[in-house]
């Protein structure tokens, strides 16, 4: 049974950094694509970022310099580091996993693995 648990999610200022963590169980997840994706009040789930490996990463363009994805093999984890936030960075953020990286990494539907998010708010 996969499992992802994020966390990390709190209120910050406007400007301020946050990190995020998603603790991954139940699977060998080395070769996995592991993705952030969130989910605004109103809107769809967006796609934020995915690592495949440790060396190959994909952004969307709205957080593309200020987001950084991350993973750690031995403790199964992967990190999003947010800095420079911004309000409308407000959003329920969520881990996602896949056995390979799809062709279109940035769809929630390609997606079968999901956690239960953690709420990030970013005050103005």
């Known amino acids: 049974q996969v499992q992802l648990v994020e966390s990390g999610g709190k209120l910050v200022q406007a400007g301020g950094s946050l990190r995020l963590s998603c603790a991954a169980s139940g699977r060998t997840f080395s070769n996995y694509a592991m993705g952030w994706f969130r989910q605004a009040p109103g809107k769809e789930r967006a796609f934020v970022a995915v690592?495949?490996?440790?060396?190959?990463?994909y952004y969307a363009d709205s957080v593309k310099g200020r987001f950084t994805i991350s993973r750690d093999y031995a403790e199964n984890t992967v990190y999003l580091q947010m800095n420079s936030l911004k309000p409308e960075d407000t959003a329920v953020y969520y881990c996602a996993a896949r056995n390979y990286l799809p062709s279109a990494y940035d769809k929630k539907d390609n997606y079968p693995y999901w956690g239960q998010g953690t709420q990030v708010t970013v005050s103005s």
């Open positions: 690592i495949i490996r440790s060396d190959t990463t």
